[in-house]
């Protein structure tokens, strides 16, 4: 069984030239004394966060846009948590890109 972490490094290395995206930490650091300090987009956002490049038709013939994009990657046996589902549902709704493959051929077949 192939770890999320070498999954997730294949995707990032091998993601095409019209894709670019930044890897997104989520969690919350604790400090000495206490203090807890939130990092990364928000609970739930997924492990790659980034921009497709899209060419719009027909009346923006040659315009080219960029879409958002969310991509969690899980193992074979990984499952999304209630927030990434809700993170990924709102990409999705919001008209961005929302994928969570399980190897680099999925994330390439999707993007």
């Not at 300090?37 to 997924?46: D, E, I, K, Q, T």
Request: with cysteine; hydrophobic share 45%; aromatic share 4%.
């Amino acid at each position: 069984d192939v770890k999320e972490s070498a999954i997730l490094r294949a995707i990032r290395l091998g993601l095409p030239p019209h894709v670019t995206a930044w890897r997104n930490n989520v969690g919350i650091a604790v400090y000495p004394g206490g203090q807890k300090v939130p990092y990364g987009l928000c609970r739930g956002a997924s492990d790659l966060i980034g921009i497709r490049s899209l060419v719009i038709t027909p009346e923006h013939v040659g315009t080219t846009v960029g879409q958002f994009t969310a991509i969690e990657v899980k193992s074979a046996k990984g499952r999304l948590s209630p927030e990434q589902m809700l993170f990924l549902n709102l990409v999705s709704a919001k008209g961005g890109l929302a994928l969570s493959p399980r190897s680099l051929e999925e994330a390439l077949v999707a993007l």
